[in-house]
């Protein structure tokens, strides 16, 4: 082959790697672009999804801070109608001198009465009090403790003395309908505990 030959296959073969060239680079190009292009779509979905996630974190731990808010609040009401060790304590002191005093204590079918009223009858019975237990359910609600002192005496005087410390209690000088147990026994007082209204301590 002349050189002229060689010249025009190389001068062909540089037309055809130039075009090559073109093409593959127009190609990284476009698919280059395609790919960032699906790369930020991927993206955006992952931030919405975080974006997503970081909201529901937020209502989830709103949402727990008002429970644990509700709770506190809660706990908080009731611990004015829960008898302390030191004062379960103080009270039986006050009360042992009269061991073997009968009182009668009716209580509601309401769980926070229910559990005010077992502090009240540890109290007593811790003291050596007899209590003549008994469970009602009311219709209509009936609120606070009322206590029914039977008569003057000095362990009537340490009762009243020791529930005048609690919330919610009235102390009722008077005769009150004694518990079938103690008829015909002399017994000191009728206790009832009622329920607690709403805000009040």
């Given at each position: 082959m002349s050189l002229e030959d060689w010249k025009a296959i190389f001068e062909i073969g540089g037309v055809v790697l130039l075009f090559l060239t073109f093409l593959f680079g127009a190609g990284?190009?476009?698919?280059?672009?395609?790919?960032?292009?699906?790369q930020a779509i991927q993206l955006r979905e992952f931030e919405k999804r975080l974006t997503d996630a970081k909201t529901e974190l937020g209502h989830q731990q709103e949402r727990a801070a008002n429970a644990e808010r509700a709770l506190l609040e809660?706990?908080?009401r009731l611990a004015?109608?829960?008898?302390?060790?030191s004062d379960h304590d103080r009270f039986v002191?006050?009360?042992q001198p009269y061991k073997g005093s009968v009182v009668d204590l009716t209580e509601v079918t309401d769980l926070e009465a229910a559990q005010f009223a077992k502090d009240i009858i540890a109290v007593l019975r811790d003291a050596g009090w007899e209590v003549n237990l008994s469970s009602i359910s009311l219709g209509a609600p009936r609120y606070g403790v009322e206590c029914f002192l039977i008569g003057a005496s000095?362990?009537?005087?340490?009762?009243?003395?020791?529930?005048?410390?609690l919330p919610t209690v009235r102390i009722i000088p008077g005769p009150h309908p004694p518990h079938p147990a103690t008829m015909g026994v002399p017994h000191i007082a009728s206790i009832f505990v009622g329920k607690m209204l709403c805000g009040q301590q």
């Open positions: 990284a190009l476009l698919t280059s672009t395609r790919i960032n292009v699906r809660l706990q908080t004015h109608r829960r008898i302390s060790q002191a006050s009360l000095e362990p009537g005087e340490a009762l009243a003395a020791v529930l005048r410390n």
